[in-house]
């Protein structure tokens, strides 16, 4: 079965912080999702990706294959960035396997 | 486009209740999925459809049903509505499933549901 886990659980931050948010996996994936849930519940896919790293604006992803492992970095956080940041694993089925996300709070 | 839209937003039922929840989506997606999230859990699969006229379980499937008699929609029911599935629910659809080159999930915008 697998599991996705992510840290920290809750972050806080200042605005204008590097902010990391981390990811694991326990089996071998075919994609890597992150996505962003607002504050009022809506939930928005940020990056799906397979090898190496994305960029999106301030937003950037990474994914390390072999160590099961993927990193959502947020360059000069801003308070807009304040979210419940999830990934999720895709494998060999239709199905996602969800983290529970993690809740960031940048303060001005 | 709408996107993906759920209605209701909110509703409260009591014990043993039914209701239907229904998702729609203008993109012509095949692939669509119904989650629940609650708190301190990940978001969890409780049915999903591969395309019209079919459907499959997901991870926590006890106590819905689902109908995909359309394409463009797919209903989320409960027979006798229980405490335990008082969450949030979200919709969502996809061109292909995960592994595809269009798989980005787009999600509604969830319905609350409290169960007395």
């Known amino acids: 079965k697998n599991e996705v886990e992510q840290s920290p659980q809750n972050l806080t931050a200042q605005e204008g912080e590097f902010i990391t948010i981390n990811c694991s996996y326990s089996v071998g994936i075919s994609a890597l999702h992150w996505l962003q849930q607002h504050p009022g519940g809506g939930i928005v896919s940020l990056f799906m990706l397979s090898s190496g790293k994305k960029k999106h604006g301030r937003l950037i992803a990474t994914i390390n294959i072999q160590e099961k492992h993927s990193s959502l970095h947020i360059t000069a956080s801003h308070p807009r960035d304040s979210a419940v940041y999830i990934c999720?694993?895709?494998?060999?089925?239709?199905?996602?396997?969800f983290g529970k996300g993690t809740l960031l709070t940048v303060n001005p | 486009n709408a996107g993906v839209t759920q209605t209701p937003k909110f509703r409260v039922l009591k014990t043993g209740q039914s209701m239907t929840l229904l998702c729609a989506q203008d993109?012509?997606?095949?692939?669509m999925y119904w989650y629940r999230q609650d708190p301190g859990m990940g978001l969890r699969l409780i049915h999903y459809?591969?395309?019209?006229?079919?459907?499959a379980k997901g991870e926590v499937p006890d106590g819905y049903n689902v109908s995909r008699l359309k394409k463009q929609n797919f209903l989320l029911g409960l027979e006798s509505a229980a405490p335990s599935q008082t969450s949030v629910y979200f919709c969502?659809?996809?061109?292909?499933?995960?592994?595809?080159?269009?798989?980005?999930?787009?999600f509604g915008p969830g319905t609350r549901l409290t169960v007395l």
């Open positions: 459809s591969v395309g019209e006229g079919t459907t």
């Open positions: 969502a659809s996809s061109y292909s499933p995960p592994l595809g080159i269009y798989n980005e999930q787009f």
């Open positions: 993109m012509n997606h095949e692939y």
């Open positions: 999720a694993s895709g494998g060999s089925n239709y199905k996602l396997t």
